[in-house]
């Protein structure tokens, strides 16, 4: 099976930076990654697809980069609605469905 | 827009089998460009799938959880279900119904329900 390992487990940020978390996968997926946000209560938003595609109604200040094993997401300035936690999932082999641990965006 | 709605109770003792329906509204559950699946996410914790099934009835299960889980399909009611046998505390959790996109190159899960908690507690 697949393993996705994501980091940091957590970071703290200001509004206004730039921030990128990162995704490996323990084995080469092309670009089969997605990325998610949750928020507290909430159920998980798809961001970004196909390592770098933006969903329907994303901000564009999200992106995402990478092939193989190693993926970023970026946040190029951080709003107060951007704290949340992220996940990415690979999407090469699926069903089934494996996520990353997730990274949790804290106010700095 | 298409809706996902999870049902069923939130309280189920060990031992005992928990069941959930997803009902989808706004848009057919017969169709070949997706799979219909459930994620969990015990409180505090990441997130865990269970299962998925396509549209003509084929099955995927986590292996963790594959002897305990049967997902199934009612496409006259746009509905599909889960059923999780011999439950303990560690089942406890928010169980999210889901729709995954079956398109090469996606693989996205772009419509999520609301979520629902479900207890395993005597």
């Known amino acids: 099976d697949i393993q996705m390992t994501q980091s940091p487990s957590s970071r703290s940020a200001s509004v206004g930076d730039r921030v990128t978390i990162t995704c490996r996968a323990s084995?080469?997926?092309?670009?089969?990654l997605n990325w998610y946000q949750q928020k507290p209560g909430k159920a998980p938003k798809l961001l970004i697809y196909?390592?770098?595609s933006l969903q329907s109604g994303v901000p564009s200040r999200f992106s995402g980069s990478g092939s193989g094993t190693d993926f970023t997401l970026t946040i190029s300035s951080l709003q107060s609605e951007d704290f949340a936690t992220y996940y990415c999932q690979q999407s090469y082999t699926t069903p089934p469905i494996t996520f990353g641990q997730g990274t949790r965006l804290e106010i700095k | 827009q298409l809706q996902l709605q999870e049902s069923g109770p939130g309280l189920v003792k060990p031992s005992e089998t928990l069941s959930l329906t997803c009902t989808v509204s706004?848009?057919?559950?017969?169709?070949?460009?997706?799979?219909w699946g459930w994620i969990r996410q015990p409180p505090g914790k990441g997130l865990e799938w269970i299962g998925s099934i396509y549209y003509s009835g084929s099955t995927y299960y986590n292996p963790s959880l594959k002897s305990r889980v049967t997902i199934s399909v009612d496409t006259s009611k746009n509905q599909f279900s889960l059923k999780l046998s011999s439950v303990t505390a560690a089942d406890t959790a928010v169980y999210y119904c889901?729709?995954?996109?079956?398109?090469?190159?996606?693989?996205?899960?772009?419509?999520w329900g609301q979520g629902t908690l479900v207890t395993v507690s005597s």
């Open positions: 889901a729709r995954q996109t079956a398109v090469p190159g996606h693989g996205g899960i772009d419509y």
């Open positions: 196909a390592a770098s």
């Open positions: 084995q080469s997926i092309s670009r089969f």
């Open positions: 706004g848009g057919s559950i017969s169709s070949s460009s997706y799979y």
